[in-house]
């Protein structure tokens, strides 16, 4: 097996969206990508995140890889090596900008070691860990057959001959006013260490550090170029090995490793953002995809957006469910304001968003539709135009919508006509409705004319819910009309959780 | 040297959690009064006093090695008070002549952590002096241990060698370091070294050894290169500095710690002192397991009334001992609050290690210790009076572990008496199966009388007692629950005394 992508299973490799998708802030998609790539700036990942699949097989792939680098281990061992190639990439910049000759090579020799010794760590861990997804055993035939190359063989041999060389060099230095020398090392006792020990016995709890964090920066100044020049007349043989190194190779570190420590980080920084939401109790789950079944679903599904800002509050993510069977095909959401509708309708998209890129969504389980476009459509609210201009603009774009749409594109409407007069928003909605339901295609539609809910079999009724006993109350929760009305009466006790049996249950004997 | 005045083996920590109830602790014991007799004005006092008392032992011996000490103090109060002044002084040397580490180079650091240590070694001195006077007149555990570790560390050999350092770390003659090369073979690792002949010729003896030496003097005007070799000879000595000023640092705080930890006696002393004044007793408690269940005592009375009226009050007696649910009835304002306070407040006193308001008082340590008061107040908007306290009583019980004592003060009282009276037993059973202890100040007839036709062996019954003429005596006695609460003759006095 040939090692292409960690990110594809064909060699025809799908070229990389630099644009983000037009949908992206009406689902807060582009929250959720800041979100997940904020912390990798440097690695460019968007990208990624702006190139959804339609091939269930490639999707597979990034499933399998996902569920390998789950495991804390592979997750760790991949962590530590591109750590390392972090390094490497800073290291090297810093060779480009020093002056002094001795400091230039150092760094140069530092670079190679970490280099050497991420791939080998690498090479190592991949041996050693359990993986199954056809990506990382393709990947890991690929490192274990470099390492052992002759031209990376003597690369680290000889990196690290000359490192030991250089670290088993010892020199003081005596400073006096206007002056310094420079000797060889010959065993004079720590004074620090003594004045310690002296006051050793007054030691208390944790006291304030007072060593002073003296790092200036990357650079020498020509004092400690002066020493370095001095240090290394006093040991010439080591720093002869030091020059032929840095004259016997440059450029050092393989292409593919390259590719891969990019590429990577799309599943590193995606597992590491939903790893938050998993430790707040909310569930993920690797949905089944299909671009011809149009029977969808997921159970525990929350919008990851709303979850992030509601990640160091108090307040609870709220999960909710749907499924469509055919021939249902449009989720008509209707309800009290501020009950979750709209939340619930982005989280529809989002789960469909992620699906495409081979990500676990939220959920714990789900069969998800590989759609050809997502077109959504969100009132703004705050829009000062008047009325009429609205909504011919309205008009306009739903037409542009349904005009591109097909029977595989997913469409998010949310409150549409809803600053129009009840009776045209009641007739347009239900043309506009009827020009959905022959496209056959699956739909979200928040609104609040009660009507649409009912008008054929394709349409689904959810509501957004509040708790029987006091109105006021919203619960977030989405659920399809029929469900059964949850009226429990409780007793003031009962709510504080204050009864004999609760009391009991809570204070643990 | 540790101070370990509080505990046996432990620092007093001045940052530990308080209990989560705290706030209501100190508003239903109105504690602020007890601090404020214990403090005499001295904010640090209060503040000792109240993280002290709220952050209660757990042990009956740790309680008794507090108890002993605090029996040294009141013997010896005026060297106590003495041994207290050496760290204030310390305090005020440092604000009288701007002692302290502000410096952000290893040299100015080093310095002025010079200069400290200078002033901690006189104050040091003086303390050994009084160790080597007064430490036959002490015999608890903690302060026996106390001098004998001052006068086994502070020898005077010790001062000499502090001395010696503190000269030789001006550096006349130069600084030796020794480094290694770090990364990018950079210079690591300095180490401050002392030449292996030392004396004030170090230098030159260096300098004739017949290894190769390469020198470079600076040019008069490079005050760059001056800078930079200002700056390595900061990292050489940084870790010296750092050695100095951690040393100064830790005598600073072995001192704030014997400030810290003798304020508290001190509070106690001050205490004990008002008092006396006023002819009310103290007694040492006998403090048993939180697995017993003890509660006897005569004369207890409730010190922040005491320190209030500034006079002697009334004091009860009782055993309960063997009691789990102690339900307490009768007359308004009959002292059934001020009996139920004095208990919270002796408790607390007790496991702070105190001595109690009382001629003489038992009872087991408790793991925790909860009130829950009626609210003469209710601020909150959005919840009403019951919803409010059972959201108050939904807290406790979520902090509430076995083996706590929780006091009740006419809780549920908000809603009529039948379903308060309810909600009261279904909490109190709950918490009674659970092990904590339950005292419960009540006027609800129907709630009292459930429990007391129960004739459970672990429920004792007290009553605010009424003369038969309806005098009130303050005095809480054992007796069953009565149907009246008497409210009838607190409006006939309010109503006759208007008239």
Known sequence: MTFHSILFDKDDIQGESVEQP?????????????????????????????????DAETIFYRHEVMRDMEAEMLMAHIKAFVEKMVLVRRYLALVEKLDF?????????????????????????????????????????????????????????????????????????????????????????????????????????????????????SGMNHI???????????????????????????????ETIQVFDREIQFYVAYLEHIAEFKRMGLVFCYPQVSATNHDVYDHDGFDLALAHTLLNSEKPVICNDFYLKDPERIIVVTGPNQGGKTTFARAFGQLHYLASLGCPVPGSEAQLFLFDRIFTHFEIEEDIRNLRGKLQDDLVRIHDIIAHATPDSILILNEIFASTTLKDAVFLSKEIMARVMELDLLCVWVTFIDELATLSEKTVSMVSTVLPENPALRTFKIIRKHADGLAYALSIAEKHRLTYAQIKERIQP | MK??????????????????????????????????????????????????????????????YRQEILKDCLKNAAIVREIYQIPIQSTQNKQKHWLGIFSRHPGGILSSAIEMLEMFVGLLRKLKQIADEHAGEFESEG????????????????????????????????????????????????????????????????????????????????????????????????????????????????????????AFY??????????????????????????????????LYDICLALTMKKKVVGNDVNADGRELVIITGANQGGKSTFLRSIGLAQLMM??????????????VCTGLFTHYKREEDTSMKSGKLDEELSRMSVIVDNIIPGSLMLLNESFAATNEREGSEIARQITSALLDRHIKVLLVTHQYELAHGFHDKKMDNAIFLRAERKADGVRTFKVVEGKPLQTSYGKDLYHKVFETED
Request: glycine fraction near 6%.
């Open chain 1, 22 to 54: 037009p949908f992206f802030t009406d689902l807060n998609l582009d929250q959720v990508i800041d979100a997940i790539t904020a912390k990798r700036q440097e690695y460019n990942l968007k990208p990624f995140f702006y190139s959804p699949l339609r």
């Open chain 1, 224 to 254: 400690e170029a002066q020493i370095l020049e001095f240090v290394a007349r006093l040991y010439p043989e080591q720093f002869a090995a030091l020059d032929h190194f840095y004259a016997g190779h440059s450029l050092f570190v393989d």
């Open chain 1, 101 to 217: 000759n001795y400091h230039k090579k150092g760094w140069f020799l530092e670079a190679v070691l970490v280099y050497c010794d991420a791939v080998t760590d690498l090479a190592r861990d991949l041996s050693l860990a359990e993986i199954k997804s056809r990506g990382f055993l393709a990947f890991r035939e690929y490192v274990l057959t470099y390492v052992h190359t002759h031209g990376f063989e003597s690369l680290a041999a000889e990196a690290r001959k000359v490192k030991t060389g250089l670290s088993s060099v010892k020199y003081s230095v005596v400073i006096q006013i206007g002056k310094f020398s420079v000797q060889r090392y010959e065993g004079e006792t720590d004074y620090s260490a003594e004045v310690e020990r002296t006051f050793e016995k007054f030691k208390q709890g944790a006291v304030k550090d007072y060593r002073l964090d003296l790092y200036k920066g």
């Open chain 2, 266 to 299: 001190i509070g106690c002393l001050n205490l004990a002192e008002q008092l006396t004044q006023m002819g009310e007793p103290i007694a040492f408690p006998t403090a048993v397991d939180f697995s017993e269940r003890r509660h006897s005592f005569t004369g």
């Open chain 2, 351 to 364: 496991q702070a290690g105190m001595f109690v308001p009382a001629e003489s008082f038992s009872a087991n």
């Open chain 2, 143 to 262: 302060f026996k241990r106390f001098f004998e570790m001052i006068q086994q560390e502070l020898s005077e050999d010790y001062f000499t060698v502090v001395e010696n350092h503190l000269k030789e770390l001006r550096f006349r003659g130069g600084v030796l370091l020794s480094a290694e090369l770090g990364t990018g073979n950079e210079g690591a690792n300095y180490v401050l070294r002392k030449a292996n002949h030392g004396g004030q010729n170090w230098v030159r003896r260096f300098f004739a050894r017949k290894s190769p030496v390469y020198s470079f003097t600076l040019h008069p005007r490079d005050d760059h290169g001056a800078r930079a070799l200002g700056e390595l000879k900061d990292r050489g000595i940084n870790l010296v500095a750092n050695a100095v000023a951690q040393s100064a640092d830790h005598i600073d705080s072995f001192l704030n710690t014997l400030r810290l930890e003798l």
């Open chain 2, 3 to 64: 101070v370990f005045l509080m505990h046996r083996d432990l620092d007093f920590d001045p940052k530990q959690r308080l209990p989560p109830n705290q706030a209501d602790l100190t508003q239903d014991l109105e504690l602020t009064t007890l601090f404020d007799a214990m403090a005499l004005g001295d904010k640090f006092l209060f503040e000792v006093a109240n993280q002290v008392t709220l952050s209660s032992l757990g042990e009956p011996d740790a309680i008794r």
